[in-house]
């Protein structure tokens, strides 16, 4: 992937410093988030995301049993 190569771009202007998930903020590398909200936020998103990760899960089977049938029917 091209992601590393910006990643070291970034890297050599900036110094070492890492991006805060939840606004952005830039902060040090050892930490997570920038701050205890954005912490409460981020574990919120999680929260929501695990849900929509499930949903996703079945769908994405859902469709790969269709495409099975499918592939059966018209082959
Ligand atoms: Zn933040």
Redesign the pocket.
């Known amino acids: 992937m091209s992601q590393s190569s910006w990643k070291d771009q970034i890297k050599k202007q900036w110094g070492p410093h890492k991006h ?6 830039a ?1 040090a590398p050892s930490k997570t ?3 205890q ?2 912490k409460d936020n981020y574990l919120n998103k999680e929260k929501k995301q695990k849900r929509m990760g499930r949903i996703q899960l079945i769908f994405l089977f859902s469709m790969m049993i269709v495409m099975f049938f499918l592939l059966f029917v018209f082959s």
């Open positions: 805060c998930p939840i606004c952005g903020k902060m988030f920038c701050s909200t954005c």
